[in-house]
């Protein structure tokens, strides 16, 4: 199998996240952990059902398959020019945006990165493993991100999407898998942060609530807890960002799934902007909205990985797409 997303619970998934080859650890683990309904989304139809048993046989757990059509069922069309997006007073709008909707704001997506983040492998810089590992260097690397951020501020992309909300209020919500907080700068508030955001921390340990922080920590020295150090213990802050391997919060996929709920009743339109397509569970985004019979579009520079689950693909950078599309 070579792409699957992983979700427990509810429509879309309480909680879940699934990169390609982790798939299978992360469903036998879910179901360790007593996880509801597992669904799995597989693509290449076909060998669907021997995949599925399995997983079923690895977790000792049902398994729902949630298969795609072929692309040849719903081909992905390139566009040259930017083909009408139609909203209307009916319309309920879903976004989805990765590292693509910033890259014309000067941060370089994962992939322009060659899979490597600052020359340090992903697993080392943003894993739990990592950071038990080598808290430091996963704190330099933050900081870094912290202070690369600079002056880079909200492209027209950025723009078009906060526009566009604010001509639907609460008939549209955004999803984002970016934590540099853009799209916060360009006035998006109907808004979650799926992957969590760059300048906010939490503890480690305890619960206390994740909170603002801008601090940099270049020296090595490491912020510890001070709620905990209150009680007589010691405890690392970490980054309020979610990991490969860690679960998204349940809090932030019942938001998508409400959304998803409500915009059944009216004309849902679900658009992806700027993202591969391989990070799961948002990758699969597509493929319930379709189950659901909305309208999908897809705005990337390049085919996504799941370009062939969408209705329509806009070829073409999304500071010059998204303000054509929302302005139709
Ligand atoms: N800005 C950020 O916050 C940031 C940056 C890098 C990575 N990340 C994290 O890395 C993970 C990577 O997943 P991802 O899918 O978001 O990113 P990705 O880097 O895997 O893919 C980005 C996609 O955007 C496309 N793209 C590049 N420039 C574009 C443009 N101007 N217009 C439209 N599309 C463009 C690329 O072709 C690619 O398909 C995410 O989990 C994210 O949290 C975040
Ligand atoms: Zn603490």
Redo the contacts with the bound molecule.
Sequence with gaps: MDEASVASEGALGGAGVGLRAGALGLVVRLAAEGAGALIVVLTGGEKGEEEKSRYEKAASHEVTLLARPSPAVHSATIMSETPPLRIDDDTWLLVL????????SG???????GGL?EKHRVEDVASPEGFRRDPELVWRFYSQRRVGMGSAAPNP?HAAIAAIERRLGDRFLLA?????G?HKTAGSERMVE??GN?YTTRCSVCDRPPFEDHEVHLDGKLPTCSECAARGATALLRPH??WFGEMLDPANMKRVDDFLLEAKRHRLVFLA???????YP??GFVDLVRQMRGETWL????R??NASAFGHFVE????K?LPALFAT
């Design positions: 945006t990765g590292a693509g909707v910033s890259a014309e941060i370089p997506t994962f992939r322009d990165a983040w992309g984002t898998q970016n934590i540099d853009l799926l992957h760059l960002i979610v902007a700027g993202t591969s397509g391989a990070v948002a990758a705005v990337n520079a390049e996504a990985d073409g950078p999304s500071g797409v």
